[in-house]
């Protein structure tokens, strides 16, 4: 394992993904031995929990839904606490690979945070309608305000740099599509540099979409919402003490 993983935290939001989340622990154990992974249980009813502590994993279990944003701020707020330099997000429903953890890793050498793009010319997933445009929207205005080319500002798979992470544990949203959408913003107003790298997605292991795809035309204006909401926050400055490293 390389020295940067070493002190990477894998960071895996779940909710009720009883079906999946001992299968994509075992994974990411399986293709990145010695690695650290924390399960933060978003207020599951059913066997979440317990599947992933039995997996291995470190679990935090929350006594009731935050979403995936107050699922995330739990992860990184862990991360500083146990002196993880670098946090990755990991979907628990088995979408992401884990093989690209290395990848996503390496590229904090020269940014903050680095997201695993899906349309970036690996893997053929595809959108389509009103949540497809919403997303190039999205795409357009990021990217000029992280003044780098984004194609996919709602992916969940991404890596965390040390002033990032702590940007995040005390200012990550948790509002739908905060952890997506406004992270990225939060994190470009503050100086952080985001760069890309194209990954592929795999289809869902278990569990319920997050997504109601008969509910996709009402995904174009809450994105916007979520876009402006994120405009009209204070900017909020990175940490003065925190370096990259």
């Known amino acids: 394992m390389t020295?940067?993983?070493?002190?990477t935290l894998i960071?895996?939001?779940?909710?009720?993904?009883e079906e999946s989340v001992a299968a994509v622990v075992d994974e990411v154990y399986s293709k990145l031995p010695g690695i650290s992974v924390l399960v933060v249980d978003d207020g599951s009813t059913d066997r979440t929990a317990e599947r992933a502590r039995?997996?291995?994993?470190?679990?935090i279990s929350l006594p009731f839904n935050l979403g995936v944003g107050g699922a995330m701020r739990v992860g990184?707020?862990?991360a500083l606490a146990h002196d993880f330099q670098n946090v990755v997000q990991v979907d628990s429903d088995g979408q992401h690979d884990p093989s690209g953890v290395a990848m996503l890793v390496d590229a904090l050498d020269s940014a903050d945070v680095v997201v695993g793009a899906r349309f970036a010319g690996e893997g053929d997933y595809s959108v389509k309608g009103p949540r497809?445009?919403?997303?190039?929207?999205?795409?357009?205005i990021i990217s000029?305000?992280?003044?780098?080319?984004?194609t996919d500002t709602t992916s969940g798979f991404r890596a965390t740099g040390p002033r990032a992470v702590r940007l995040f544990a005390e200012h990550y949203p948790a509002e739908y599509l905060g952890d997506t959408i406004e992270s990225l913003v939060i994190a470009a107003r503050a100086g952080c540099t985001i760069r890309q790298l194209p990954v592929s997605m795999r289809p869902r292991a278990g569990g319920v979409p997050s997504h109601n795809p008969f509910k996709a035309a009402a995904y174009l204006g809450r994105a916007g919402m979520a876009l402006m909401i994120a405009?009209?926050?204070?900017?909020?400055?990175?940490?003065?003490?925190?370096?990259?490293s």
């Not at 020295?3 to 002190?7: A, E, G, I, V, W």
């Not at 960071?11 to 993904?17: D, G, I, K, Q, S």
């Not at 405009?231 to 990259?244: F, G, I």
């Open 3 to 7: 020295t940067l993983l070493k002190h």
């Open 11 to 17: 960071v895996m939001p779940a909710l009720n993904e």
């Open 54 to 59: 039995l997996a291995g994993a470190t679990v």
């Open 76 to 78: 990184f707020k862990y």
């Open 132 to 140: 497809r445009w919403a997303m190039i929207v999205l795409a357009t």
């Open 144 to 150: 000029s305000l992280a003044a780098t080319k984004l």
């Open 231 to 244: 405009l009209m926050r204070p900017r909020v400055p990175l940490a003065t003490e925190v370096t990259s």
